[in-house]
């Protein structure tokens, strides 16, 4: 399996649908099934509660810097593959 590949997820990968273009085989679209969309929307209300909390404790100019921060550490990981 490649991960760089999306036509490479296995079978049954849960709360994502795989469907292929019947006129270009070639071409797969994945998009979240319902399983998916109710666990995106669970996610998104835990992480708004989670920044609230955060933002309380330390402003939200702190939040917004330690994810600058974060993004810059991820793509200099990303840069040394």
Not at 63 to 80: D, F, N, Q, Y
């Amino acid at each position: 399996m490649d991960p760089g590949d999306p036509g490479d997820l296995p079978d049954g990968v849960q709360g994502l649908e795989r469907d292929v273009d019947p006129e270009d085989r070639r071409k797969l679209t994945i998009a979240l099934s319902e399983r998916g969309r109710a666990a995106a929307k669970v996610q998104a209300a835990a992480r708004a509660r989670i920044d609230a909390a955060l933002s309380a404790r330390v402003g939200a100019m702190n939040v917004e810097r330690t994810r600058r921060a974060l993004i810059a550490l991820i793509e200099i990981g990303a840069e040394s593959k």
